[in-house]
């Protein structure tokens, strides 16, 4: 009796156990849904405006000079936060400060001052250095901590492999990936405090002008290291009232909208180029579609792309921002797809006729949107913007434009499927995806047929006449394909025992392709893209034939 009592006793332990923990499972899945505190993308751009507003960056020579710089600082206002990172060949110092009151930082400004006139161009900025002190200091310690850590280091590739090494599954690799190169606190930080710079420079004839950050440095697909898009727009709300009874000169605007663009963007670019500390490198390419100003922040270390024309951008990082709240899986799903393309060739920094970064993500959205995945993971763009009561008919240019209600547990998916799951799903999705008749449309979660012939067909989901990858050549999209069978077939095909188990395997298949693929003999090579090329001509015609008769 006493034996059998103690067996059913312990099977009903270990049954507990394995509800417990299936149970704990369950809760952390959901528990991460609802913990998250829904912040949206416009009260996030604010709020780290305010921050930038608040905040100075000071170089200095050393982190020793820490407690100077910070007693310095307590005395024109009050200290909130700081920051250090390095950057540079020379590893130049540099830390973050953040008061409590913008006014602080204008007294901090107006308390500078300009060396000598061989120094430089006397500019008023909020990018500082901090004079050594011809007096041995005294200074006792502070209630003031610096992490003396570089705080916008980017992870080396190896020690993401080691990283990566160190997990038990491709879930967990994956997660990782995410954490480990996703935009960390200052990183973000240089980001807003990039875009100030461009304000203040215009601040006297311009008050209200923003510069707003757009692309991934705010959408939530950034990496450390990562562009920074941004959008000036010169004018912006009057806080005057309609009575008023007094009323700015203002000199006319008499030619067309797109050449007066193009010489406040020459204008712009001048102002970085003379006057604004730290801006390096700068090319102005104002003959393009967008025109933009590229730039070099050296201070901030970010590359920047300055555009004055239109708010499409920001509200499409809305937009993909809300995908990235929506589902957990969704950023950590987009950044091993990125990286993924970026090791394999797929995508390039420079613009082409390859895939860009932006339409890779969206093909990632789409796979998780009815199209790929059952049940579906994320809505359809339609969905999002009905239940938010956002109307985004065309591209407007003012605040309404943004979502600001997200009720997120209205989108919770039943699809449960872990990430690895989903990774491999979406390599599988677009191997056998037809891309020769079909087009990808988000804003109703659906494939359509293609309007007209690109190679690769995503329908802009705020303009809808337009393709999103015009750009991609055939040739190209017949590398993207080859490449995600190659990356299917790795992750299928897996031996535990290496040591570049999981996604180190697929995320270093430049080597592997280079065995596959770029070994081959050169002929062997031009006619393996030759023989894919020929395929999907005769695949063009057959389908222009076809739409020629439906017509
Ligand atoms: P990385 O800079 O590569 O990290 O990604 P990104 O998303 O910032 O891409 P990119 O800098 O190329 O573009 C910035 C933003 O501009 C994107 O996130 C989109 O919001 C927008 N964008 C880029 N390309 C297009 C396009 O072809 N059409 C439209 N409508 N928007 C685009
Ligand atoms: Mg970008």
């Known amino acids: 009796k006493y034996n059998l009592f103690h067996r059913q006793f312990g099977l009903f332990l270990s049954k507990c156990k394995i509800l417990t923990k299936q149970s704990c499972r369950q809760v952390s899945h959901e528990q991460k849904q609802q913990i998250k505190k829904v ?50 060949a020379e590893q130049m110092n540099f830390i973050i400060i953040e008061f409590t009151r913008e006014s602080n930082v204008t007294s901090v400004i107006n308390n500078s001052l300009h060396l000598n006139k061989d120094q430089g161009f006397p500019v008023h900025s909020n990018f500082l250095w901090f004079k050594a002190s011809n007096r041995k200091s005294r200074l006792k310690l502070h209630n003031c901590q610096l992490n003396k850590e570089n705080g916008n280091k980017i992870p ?17 690799q994956i997660e990782g990936l995410y954490n480990l190169t996703k935009l960390n606190e200052v990183a973000t930080r240089l980001r807003f405090l990039t875009t100030r710079q461009i304000e203040l420079s215009v601040a006297g004839m311009f008050p209200h002008a923003i510069a707003y950050p757009f692309g991934s440095s705010v959408n939530g697909f950034g990496k450390m290291g990562c ?101 957990s899986r969704v950023r950590p799903l987009v950044f091993v797809v990125r990286k993924w393309a970026q090791e394999v060739g797929i995508t390039n920094n420079s613009p082409g006729r390859w895939l860009s970064n932006f339409s890779l993500t969206l093909l990632v ?29 065309s591209v407007s240019e003012n605040e309404s434009s943004f979502i600001q209600n997200i009720a997120l547990s209205q989108y919770r998916s039943s699809n449960t499927d872990s990430l690895e799951k989903l990774l491999k799903q979406f390599f599988n999705f677009y191997s056998s995806f037809d891309f020769t008749t079909k087009a990808i449309n988000l804003n109703e979660a659906i494939t359509i047929t293609k309007p007209e012939y690109n190679a690769l067909y995503i329908v802009n989901p705020l303009e809808r006449g337009l393709n999103v990858s015009k750009n991609v050549s055939q040739e190209e999209l017949e590398k993207f394909k080859y490449e995600l069978r190659n990356a299917s077939w790795s992750l299928e095909s897996q031996e535990k025992e290496n040591s570049n188990w999981g996604i180190l395997d697929i995320l270093q298949t430049k080597k592997k392709v280079a065995t596959n693929y770029f070994n081959f003999p050169k002929q062997e090579r031009l006619m393996e893209v030759s023989k894919l090329f020929d395929e999907e001509k005769e695949k063009k015609s057959n389908y222009s034939k076809t739409s020629s008769e439906n017509a």
């Open 39 to 88: 912040i949206p993308f416009l009260d996030m751009i604010n709020t780290r405006r305010d921050q930038a507003r608040k905040s100075i960056l000071v170089q200095v020579q050393s982190t020793e000079s820490f407690k100077e710089l910070h007693s310095y600082c307590n005395s024109l206002g009050t200290v909130n936060q700081t920051f250090h990172y390095t950057t540079g």
């Open 156 to 172: 080396t590739s190896s020690e993401i492999r080691e990283f990566l090494q160190t997990k038990n599954d491709i879930s967990e």
């Open 227 to 327: 562009d920074l898009d941004i959008v000036f727009q010169l004018t912006s709300e009057c806080l005057a009232k309609e009575d008023s009874r007094l009323v700015f000169h203002c000199k006319a605007i008499n030619s067309y909208e797109r050449s007066v663009t193009q010489r406040h963007m020459e204008v712009m670019g001048d102002l970085l180029q003379l006057f604004l500390p730290g801006c390096t490198q700068i090319r102005k390419i104002l003959q393009a579609r967008v025109p933009i100003i590229k730039y070099y922040q050296q201070f901030t270390d970010v590359e920047c792309d300055l555009s004055m024309s239109n708010m499409s951008g920001v509200f499409m990082s809305d937009l993909l921002y809300v995908f990235g709240l929506i589902d």
């Open 365 to 393: 959205l789409a796979f998780l949107q009815k199209i790929g995945t059952s049940p579906l993971v994320l809505p359809s763009i339609n969905t999002i913007l009905k239940q938010s009561g956002t109307g985004y008919n």
